[in-house]
């Protein structure tokens, strides 16, 4: 059975730094892109961005692009969510999510607060 | 301000048929396929469709996708009470190096 573990969520001031985790079991985890999408309190879903099978290729959305960074460890299977600068606006939950687009198979997601 | 465009809200009464559009641009719709997802309340979403008209194993044949230049729609037929629920449509945009964009998403309502 495929699962997506996210954790790292929690309260943070603006301007700070976290770093959110997501533990993969169940599937071959080396073999599939990753990534990362957030839903805002009330709000619609926002991709953050994603990771090819070995790391080498990354991309990301317009507003997270140069604070945020996703890397990955396939030994660990496990991937990860960098970031830095945070807002207000980047209060959500952030759901890890296997695949490149398609996305079958999503975590229950971590609870991400951005406030003073 | 999402880059496609849903109606917020769409209704529809059980056995009935509804569909909710989702409009876009060349880069994105237009010149890729589109997913949507249904999201029940306090749960992660759900792929509903991929690859503009295909079903994942598992969902019904009551929900089928289509696409025209650049808008694209689900369609919910014999609706049912459970299918109340948030509803996505999602599509690759070729624009920036690359990105995944969303809908607004559009509320359904089984009266």
């Known amino acids: 059975e495929v699962q997506l573990v996210e954790s790292g969520g929690g309260l943070v001031q603006p301007g700070g730094s976290l770093r959110l985790s997501c533990a993969a079991s169940?599937?071959?985890?080396?073999?599939?892109?990753m990534s990362w999408v957030r839903q805002a309190p009330g709000k619609g879903l926002e991709w953050v961005g994603n990771?090819?099978?070995?790391?080498?290729?990354?991309y990301s959305g317009d507003s997270v692009r140069g604070r945020f960074t996703i890397s990955r460890d396939n030994a660990k299977n496990s991937l990860d969510l960098q970031m830095n600068s945070l807002r207000a606006e980047d209060t959500a939950i952030y759901y890890c999510?296997?695949?490149?687009?398609?996305?079958?198979?999503w975590g229950q997601g971590t609870v991400v607060t951005v406030s003073s | 301000q999402s880059v496609l465009t849903q109606p917020p809200s769409a209704s529809g009464t059980p056995g009935q048929r509804v569909t909710i559009s989702c409009s876009g641009s060349?880069?994105?719709?237009?010149?890729?396929?589109v997913n949507w997802y249904q999201q029940l309340p306090g749960t992660a979403p759900k792929l509903l469709i991929y690859?503009?008209?295909q079903r994942p194993s598992g969902v019904p044949d009551r929900f089928s996708g289509s696409k025209s230049g650049t808008s694209a729609s689900l369609a919910i037929s014999g609706l049912q009470s459970e299918d109340e629920a948030d509803y996505y449509c999602?599509?690759?945009?070729?624009?920036?190096?690359?990105?995944?964009?969303f809908g607004g998403g559009t509320k359904l309502t089984v009266l």
């Open positions: 169940g599937f071959t985890f080396s073999s599939f892109s």
């Open positions: 060349s880069s994105n719709i237009g010149s890729n396929t």
């Open positions: 999510v296997r695949g490149r687009w398609n996305y079958v198979y």
């Open positions: 690859n503009t008209n």
């Open positions: 999602a599509a690759w945009d070729d624009s920036l190096n690359g990105r995944g964009v």
């Open positions: 990771i090819n099978e070995g790391g080498s290729e990354k």
